[in-house]
C-alpha cells in the first residue's frame, strides 16, 4: 500500500491519517518530521538542510528526495507507505514518481480529502488545542464543554496565533493553487481518489478503508 494524502490544512488529514497507520500497519512519511528530525540528528541531509534554512532559503526536492529514499530504506516501510506534505507541486510528484519506480516502489493512488474553502475557514480559525494534552477542539464544529477548557484534562486550551482569517485564507489560497495541477496530474493516469471530507470521522474512515483495502498488506505479509 503506497499512497500519498492530500489534503488542505484544516481538512481531518491528520486524524485520518493517524487511523491508517493503526488499521493498516504501515507508517505515516511527514516530510516535515523527516526534515527536523534529520536537522537534530545532524546527518548529510540534515547539514544540508540546515545550511539552506540558515540562508533563507527553502530546502531543495532533491535533499527532500533523499530523505525519503533513506526513510523507504527502513524494514517498516516493506508494506507499504503513507506519504504526507510531498509532493506540493507537479514537478515534485514528477521527481517522486522517477525515485519510487526506480525503487520498484511506484505509487499507487493519491487520495483527496476533499473539503469546501469556506468550510476549512470556519475550521481553521474556530480551532483549540489543548497546553497540557494535545487534543484539540473546534469553537464551531467540535466545542468544549466548558469554554477553553480541555474536556479530557480540564487545562487550558489555546488558539495558535496563525489561525487568524487573513493568515488562513492566505494559506487555503496557496494550497489552492498548488494542489489543483496536483489532483489533475493523479487523476490523469488513474491514481486519484476522492473523500468527501464534510462527514463524521467514522464515515470518512470507511470510505478510506474501502478504496485501501484492495490494495492494502495482507495481515502475513
Given at each position: 500500500?503506497?499512497?500519498?494524502?492530500?489534503?488542505?490544512?484544516?481538512?481531518?488529514?491528520?486524524?485520518?491519517?493517524?487511523?491508517?497507520?493503526?488499521?493498516?500497519?504501515?507508517?505515516?512519511?511527514?516530510?516535515?518530521?523527516?526534515?527536523?528530525?534529520?536537522?537534530?540528528?545532524?546527518?548529510?541531509?540534515?547539514?544540508?538542510?540546515?545550511?539552506?534554512?540558515?540562508?533563507?532559503?527553502?530546502?531543495?526536492?532533491?535533499?527532500?528526495?533523499?530523505?525519503?529514499?533513506?526513510?523507504?530504506?527502513?524494514?517498516?516501510?516493506?508494506?507499504?507507505?503513507?506519504?504526507?506534505?510531498?509532493?506540493?507541486?507537479?514537478?515534485?510528484?514528477?521527481?517522486?514518481?522517477?525515485?519510487?519506480?526506480?525503487?520498484?516502489?511506484?505509487?499507487?493512488?493519491?487520495?483527496?480529502?476533499?473539503?469546501?474553502?469556506?468550510?476549512?475557514?470556519?475550521?481553521?480559525?474556530?480551532?483549540?488545542?489543548?497546553?497540557?494534552?494535545?487534543?484539540?477542539?473546534?469553537?464551531?464544529?467540535?466545542?468544549?464543554?466548558?469554554?477553553?477548557?480541555?474536556?479530557?484534562?480540564?487545562?487550558?486550551?489555546?488558539?495558535?496565533?496563525?489561525?487568524?482569517?487573513?493568515?488562513?485564507?492566505?494559506?487555503?489560497?496557496?494550497?489552492?493553487?498548488?494542489?489543483?495541477?496536483?489532483?489533475?496530474?493523479?487523476?490523469?493516469?488513474?491514481?486519484?481518489?476522492?473523500?468527501?471530507?464534510?462527514?463524521?470521522?467514522?464515515?470518512?474512515?470507511?470510505d478510506f478503508r474501502e478504496i485501501l483495502d484492495p490494495i492494502a498488506p495482507s495481515s502475513e505479509s
Amino acid at each position: 500500500m503506497r499512497i500519498v494524502l492530500l489534503g488542505a490544512p484544516g481538512s481531518g488529514k491528520g486524524t485520518q491519517a493517524a487511523r491508517l497507520v493503526e488499521h493498516y500497519k504501515v507508517p505515516q512519511i511527514s516530510t516535515g518530521d523527516l526534515l527536523r528530525a534529520a536537522v537534530a540528528e545532524g546527518t548529510e541531509l540534515g547539514l544540508k538542510a540546515k545550511a539552506a534554512m540558515d540562508e533563507g532559503q527553502l530546502v531543495s526536492d532533491d535533499i527532500v528526495l533523499g530523505m525519503i529514499r533513506e526513510r523507504l530504506a527502513q524494514p517498516d516501510t516493506q508494506r507499504g507507505f503513507i506519504l504526507d506534505g510531498f509532493p506540493r507541486n507537479i514537478a515534485q510528484a514528477e521527481a517522486l514518481d522517477e525515485m519510487l519506480k526506480g525503487l520498484e516502489r511506484p505509487l499507487e493512488l493519491g487520495i483527496l480529502l476533499d473539503v469546501p474553502l469556506d468550510k476549512l475557514m470556519k475550521r481553521l480559525t474556530g480551532r483549540m488545542t489543548c497546553k497540557e494534552c494535545g487534543a484539540v477542539f473546534n469553537r464551531y464544529t467540535n466545542p468544549p464543554d466548558s469554554d477553553h477548557q480541555c474536556n479530557l484534562c480540564e487545562h487550558e486550551l489555546v488558539q495558535r496565533n496563525d489561525d487568524n482569517e487573513d493568515t488562513v485564507g492566505r494559506r487555503l489560497e496557496v494550497f489552492q493553487e498548488q494542489t489543483a495541477p496536483l489532483v489533475e496530474y493523479y487523476e490523469r493516469d488513474g491514481r486519484l481518489a476522492r473523500i468527501d471530507g464534510e462527514r463524521e470521522i467514522e464515515q470518512i474512515a470507511a470510505d478510506f478503508r474501502e478504496i485501501l483495502d484492495p490494495i492494502a498488506p495482507s495481515s502475513e505479509s
